[in-house]
Structures are given as C-alpha cells and as structure tokens.
T-cell receptor, first 107, second 116 residues
Framework: KNEVEQSPQNLTAQEGEFITINCSYSVGISALHWLQQHPGGGIVSLFM???GKKKHGRLIATINIQEKHSSLHITASHPRDSAVYIC?????????FGQGTRLTINP | NAGVTQTPKFRILKIGQSMTLQCTQDMNHNYMYWYRQDPGMGLKLIYYSVGAGITDKGEVPNGYNVSRSTTEDFPLRLELAAPSQTSVYFC???????????????FGAGSRLTVL
C-alpha cells in the first residue's frame, strides 16, 4: 500500500462544477502540500497545510490530522483548472508524493 | 528571487555518456530533492539532501550520484546513461520548518533528458 493515496485518479467535469480531490496518508507528517502540474509544464505549489483549512481564490484545502486525510476543493471550476493535482506529505526528512489526480474541465 | 534554477532544460545523450544536471536555489532552503517523472507517471525520488554535506538515497538512486557541497547547489550526475533514464527531472527545495507559506516548497522548471 502506498504511503500517500489520492482519489480519484482521473476526474472529468463540466465548467462550473464543484471539484473535490482527496488525499489519505499513512505516515506521520509535519506538513502536507498540494501541487499543480499543467500538461508539459512545471510544478507549482498551491498550499502547504499543517492543520485546518486554507483558501486562495477558488481553491480551498483542508486537512484532518487525526484522520490523516486532506481534501482540495475547486469552486466554480474552469477549463484552465485542467491539470494534474498532486498531494505530497512532508515526513521527517523527505517528501512523499501521491500518484496525482488528472482533472479535466470541459467547457 | 530566482527560486530554483535547473540547467539544462533539454538534453539528448547517447548510451554510455555521462552528464550533470545542475540545480541551484537562492532561498537558503536546507532541504533539496531530485525527482524523475516518466511519461504519465508520478514523481519518483532519486536523491535528497537535508543540508550541505548530507545526502541520502530515494526510491530510484541506481545510475545517479549527487553531492551537496553548499546550501545552494545540488547537482545530479548521470554516469553511463541508459535509455531507462529517459525522463523529465525536477529539482526541488523546501524549508519544512517554515509555515509562512511563501517559497516553502519550490520546484525547478524541469530538465527533459533523452537517452538514445
């Protein structure tokens, strides 16, 4: 079993829909990152969480340390949100990545 | 700030050649990482470093070497390149102790390597 599991692996939705991507982990962490990678592009850090909830524009990230679970929400989704979203947990010395969720938003 | 700078962006190697991927960060991050990403796949950790003079293997270290003589630089060396090393390589740096949110985890733009 992977230390970091994301679901779903692929998600296709219509423009305007509310999107949720989930991340569960099995190791102790000091922080959790949500990253975004556009096709053929670089990797951008969206959020770093150690507890609670953060919001940036249409993006919201939450984490439940007791349940070892985090969610990334996108409100009013737009085709430009189409990308791979990656959850990464910061362990004692290294980052461990989920396999990514490929999101496609159709107009 | 330049952030994390990787060079070269693209490189084609012949089997058996060697090369070094350069990675430099100017944020005084203590942690640095090298990942590879094969087409359609996730990121796999090659090597990481928690500070100058300290390096450790990740999931897929075979065929690679690293050094960390300074906080800023973390070069990745490929010895005897093989087709299996065709991939996109990402360098990243982080400061796990900082929760201000700014520049805590930063990736380079990636280096696309093809071994023929």
């Amino acid at each position: 079993k992977n230390e970091v599991e994301q679901s779903p692996q692929n998600l296709t939705a219509q423009e305007g829909e509310f999107i949720t991507i989930n991340c569960s982990y099995s190791v102790g962490i000091s922080a959790l990152h949500w990253l975004q990678q556009h096709p053929g592009g670089g990797i951008v850090s969206l959020f770093m969480l150690s507890s609670g909830k953060k919001k940036h524009g249409r993006l919201i990230a939450t984490i439940n340390i007791q349940e070892k679970h985090s969610s990334l929400h996108i409100t009013a989704s737009h085709p430009r949100d189409s990308a791979v979203y990656i959850c990464a947990v910061q362990g004692a010395q290294k980052l461990v990545f989920g396999q990514g969720t490929r999101l496609t938003i159709n107009p | 700030n330049a952030g994390v700078t990787q060079t070269p962006k693209f490189r084609i190697l012949k089997i058996g050649q060697s090369m070094t991927l350069q990675c430099t960060q100017d944020m005084n991050h203590n942690y640095m990482y090298w990942y590879r990403q094969d087409p359609g796949m996730g990121l796999k950790l090659i090597y990481y470093s928690v500070g100058a003079g300290i390096t450790d293997k990740g999931e897929v270290p075979n065929g690679y070497n690293v050094s960390r003589s300074t906080t800023e630089d973390f070069p990745l060396r490929l010895e005897l390149a093989a087709p299996s090393q065709t991939s996109v390589y990402f360098c990243a740096s982080s400061y796990p102790g900082g929760f201000s949110g700014a520049n805590v985890l930063t990736f380079g733009a990636g280096s696309r390597l093809t071994v023929l």
